[in-house]
DNA sequence: CTCAGATTTCCTGTTT
DNA sequence: GAAACAGGAAATCTGA
């Protein structure tokens, strides 16, 4: 299993392939000029919101509520916050069942509550803990991450492979995801993904995880003790920062 | 074909 | 108890 790009995996078989290969290395589908890099999601109303946000968003409210991502289906939130705000309840339920109403209450808040830039856990309706409270000592992997529903194309590059199917951290993305921590949310659809890549149905996240876990002494991976589903690159992984050729 | 390195498969035991 | 983690051992794959 070597991380490196030279295809690529579409995401949302109803979307568009992701625009490769003039598109430079882990590059956020959304570009900057769509807000990424200029405001995140708590600093803009919901209706303004690029789609990048609301995948932002969405991604922190199922951290901080340790929501059951299996339930969601994320291509139903690759959309605008224009769109988003339009949903109702009914809306949020199909797209993500029992949890629906959780993020239908969340931008029920941000629109009419909201105060962007402040009150951002309350708006997610966090049960206000102490580390969520304080930003400064919130763990890396701990915010948020790119969610997403499993699916395939022919061929796909593993450095979007691993960038759409791990959990990232937009909320400190100068720092975290500079570092190259990244984190599975699915970690079974990430090894079938895997699987798919290497044509092989009977790959498994504990087949998947052996094989990184001898990147560790090969210093392409380096152990994130203690966070489940967390991994960072290491010295020798090439090419998943965003200014790598 | 051979070989070495990479990856997969299976396993036992430990940790969360 | 389930899921994830750790790592040994052997099998299999792959490219030079």
Redesign the pocket.
């Known amino acids: 299993?070597?991380l490196q790009r030279n295809s690529i995996m579409n995401i949302n078989p109803s979307a568009n392939p992701l625009p490769l290969p003039h598109q430079p290395a882990w590059t956020t589908p959304y570009s900057t000029c769509e807000g990424f890099f200029a405001t995140q999601w708590h600093d803009v109303h919901p209706q303004y919101w690029t789609k990048y946000q609301v995948w932002e968003w969405l991604q922190q409210l199922v951290d901080t509520n340790q929501l059951d991502a299996s339930c969601i289906a994320f291509q139903e939130f690759d959309i605008t916050g224009e769109r988003l705000c339009s949903m109702t309840l009914h809306d949020f339920t199909l797209a993500a069942g029992e949890v629906g109403h959780i993020l239908y209450n969340s931008v029920h808040n941000l629109k009419w509550h909201g105060n962007y830039g402040s009150q951002v856990l309350q708006s997610l309706n966090v049960v206000i803990k102490t580390e969520q409270a304080d930003h400064s000592s919130m763990v890396p992997w701990k915010d948020s991450g790119y969610l997403y529903e499993t699916c395939y194309d022919d061929v796909y590059d593993s450095k979007l492979y691993c960038r759409n199917n791990l959990s990232m951290t937009p909320n400190q993305y100068t720092t975290d995801r500079s570092e190259g921590v990244f984190r599975?949310l699915k970690?079974?659809a990430v090894a079938q993904l895997?699987?798919k890549k290497?044509?092989?149905s009977?790959?498994?996240?504990?087949?998947?995880?052996?094989?990184m876990?001898?990147?560790?002494k090969?210093e392409?991976l380096e152990?994130v003790?203690?966070?489940?589903?967390?991994?960072k690159f290491g010295k020798n992984a090439r090419g998943w920062r965003e200014n790598d050729s």
């Open positions: 299993m070597i599975f970690s079974e895997w699987g290497k044509n092989n009977s790959m498994t996240y504990e087949k998947l995880s052996r094989a876990r001898y990147y560790y090969r392409i152990r003790d203690g966070r489940r589903l967390v991994y």
